[in-house]
C-alpha cells in the first residue's frame, strides 16, 4: 500500500467502494488490431518516405512500453539540409496561385475524414489516450483544413486603405508568405499540434521545417505524406525528428519565423533564440487553467463538463482545468455529482471506443502526477476520488484524481500537473472566485458555469485568460476557429486560429501610389504657404471624420 492510498483510507475521504477497488476497467472488444499489426513495417517505410535522417531512433507505445518503430533521427546538418530543401521548394509554392493551395487544404479535409480509423489507431499508440480523445483531434484538424481552406484568399487578399491624401494616395496592403516556417510540436496533441499548426502556414505560401516529438512522430508523418496526396508539393514539408535539445534549436536557428507548442520554460529559451536572430515567434506555453462554478449553475452539467474538462486525454492538455473554484452553497451538491461521475470513469487501453480515460504518456508525467498527489496528501489534502497508480491497467496509466483542502504551499497548487489531477477550492462571492482564479502567472483558458448566460459572461470577460469558455470546459472556444486563440501572460504570445493564426505567417507590405500632387511644397507654395496649407487640410479632415 502507498502512503496516498494508505493516508486516504485513514482520512476516510467518502470516495466509496469505487474508491476501494479503484476505477473500472473498460474491456476490449473481440477484433481489436495489436500495435504490431497497426504499426507495420510498410506502413512505417511509407509514411517515412522523403524524410531524411543520418541515425536511426525508436517510439514507443505508452500502453505497454513496446517499441513500435525505428524513424530516421536528424543531426543538426540534416536540419540545413531540410531548411535548403524547403527554401527551394517555397519559391514555386508561393508563386502557386491561393485559392489552389486553399483547394489542397480541402482535399486533405476529406482524406482525413475518409481515413480517420489509420490516423486513430495512431494516434492512440503514440499518446495512451482513449479513441474519442484521439479523435478529438480528427475533428480539430478537419474543422481548421475547412477553415483555412475557405477563407485563405478572403484573409490574404489585397487591402484598400485610406492614404495620407485621400484619392490622391492609393495605398494597398499586401501579404507575402514569410518563407520557411520552422515549427515544433509536442506530444499531446500528435495530429492537431503539428499539421493543424502547419495548415494556415501552408495555405499562405510559406514551405514548413517540423520538428514533432519523437514518441508521437508517426501522426505528424501520417498527416505530412495525405496532405502530399492531397497536392502539397513533396519538399514543401520537411520533418526532422530527434532530441529536441539537438535538433530544436537548429529549428529555431534557421527558421524565418518560428511556431512553438510547449511548457513555459522552453518557451523563454525559442523566444530568446529567435529575437536574437530579429524573427517573430508564436508561443502557446503552460496553463493553471481555472473552472468556476457559480451559484445558479446547474451541477448535474457542472458536474459532467468538469470530468470533460479536467481528465480528457488523461488531464495532458495545455487547456484542461487543474483548479476548480465553487460557491460554497452549492459545494457539496456539487463535489457528490463530480466524485461519483469520477469513480464511475472506466480506464482503458483498447484501440477501439468505450473507455473514459486512457494512460499518461510517459514515466516523466506519472512521477509528476505522483509527486503532486503524494505531496499534497502529507500536507494535509484529501483524496476525494483516485489518487493512485493503476499499474494493473498498464504501467502508466493513473486514476482521474480530485484534491480538497489544497493550500499554496503544495506544488500542485501552483506548478502545471499535466495529468488528471484537479485541486477544488470554495469561495464566497465572485469577486473572491474570479481573484483566485487569476491569481496564477498563467492564463490559456478558463471556465465558467452559470444558468443566467449573461452572468456567466460577464464573469468570464473578467477572467485573465486567452479563452474562456461558457458552461463548457475548454472545446467551444477551441472548436472556435474564427476566433483566435492562444495565451496570455506565461501562457504564451500569439494566436493560432481565426485571421491572426493565418496572418502571423506573413510579412504586411505597404504598397502607397501618390498622384497628382507630391508630398511637398508645389505650385509654386514656398514652405511655409505648404505648411498652412496642410495644416488646414488635416483641420478639413478631421471635421470630415475621416479616419
Partial sequence: MTDTQDTREKQGTGAGEGSATGNPVATAPAGVRTAAEVVTPDLVARLTKGVRGSGRTPTHTPFT?????????????????????????????????????????????????????????????????????????VQAVSVAARHYGRRAAAYLRPKRHTGAIPVLTKVTELRH?????????????????????????????????????????????????LLIEAGLPEEVWQIVIGDGPVVGPAVVERGDYVSFTGSTQTGRGVAQLAAARLVGCSLELGGKNAMIVLPDADLDKAAAG??????????????????????????????????????????????????????????????????????AVAKGAKVLAGGRARPDVGPLFHEPTILDGVESPMAVCSEETFGPVVSVYRYADVDEAVELANSTPY?????????????????????????????????????????????????????????????????????????????????????????????????????????
Fill in 177 to 225: 508568405p514569410r518563407g520557411v516556417v520552422g515549427q515544433i510540436a509536442p506530444w499531446n496533441y500528435p495530429l492537431e499540434l503539428s499539421v493543424g499548426d502547419a495548415l494556415p502556414a501552408f495555405v499562405s505560401g510559406n514551405a514548413v521545417v517540423m520538428k514533432p516529438d519523437t514518441e508521437t512522430a508517426l501522426s505528424a508523418l501520417w498527416a505530412r505524406r
Fill in 306 to 375: 468538469a470530468v470533460r474538462g479536467c481528465f480528457s486525454s488523461a488531464g495532458q492538455l495545455c487547456i484542461s482545468i487543474e483548479r476548480l473554484y465553487v460557491h460554497e452553497s452549492v459545494a457539496d451538491a456539487f463535489l457528490e455529482r463530480f466524485v461519483a461521475r469520477t469513480q464511475q470513469m472506466t480506464l482503458g487501453s483498447s484501440l477501439a471506443f468505450g473507455a473514459d480515460m486512457g494512460s499518461l504518456v510517459s514515466d516523466k508525467q506519472l512521477a509528476n502526477v505522483t509527486r503532486h498527489v503524494e505531496e
Fill in 443 to 547: 492564463g490559456l483558458n478558463a471556465s465558467v458555469w452559470g444558468g443566467n448566460g449573461r452572468t456567466a459572461r460577464e464573469v468570464a470577460a473578467r477572467l485573465r485568460a486567452g479563452t474562456v469558455n461558457v458552461n463548457e470546459g475548454y472545446a467551444a472556444a477551441y472548436g472556435s476557429v474564427q476566433a483566435p486563440m492562444g495565451g496570455m501572460g506565461e501562457s504564451g504570445i500569439g494566436r493560432r486560429h481565426g485571421s491572426e493564426g493565418i496572418l502571423k505567417y506573413t510579412e504586411p507590405q505597404t504598397v502607397a501610389h501618390q498622384r497628382v500632387l507630391p508630398m511637398a511644397p508645389s505650385f509654386g507654395m514656398n514652405d511655409e504657404k505648404y505648411a498652412a496649407f496642410m495644416s488646414v487640410s488635416l483641420k478639413a479632415l478631421k471635421a470630415l471624420r475621416f479616419r
Fill in 65 to 137: 512500453g513496446e517499441q513500435l518503430a525505428e524513424l530516421p533521427e536528424a543531426t543538426p546538418e540534416d536540419v540545413a539540409a531540410a531548411f535548403d530543401r524547403a527554401r527551394e521548394a517555397q519559391r514555386a509554392w508561393a508563386a502557386t496561385p491561393v485559392r489552389r493551395r486553399a483547394a489542397v487544404l480541402l482535399r486533405f479535409h476529406d482524406l482525413v475524414l475518409e481515413r480517420q480509423n489509420e490516423v486513430l489507431d495512431l494516434i492512440q499508440l503514440q499518446t495512451g489516450k482513449t479513441r474519442l480523445h484521439a479523435h478529438e483531434e
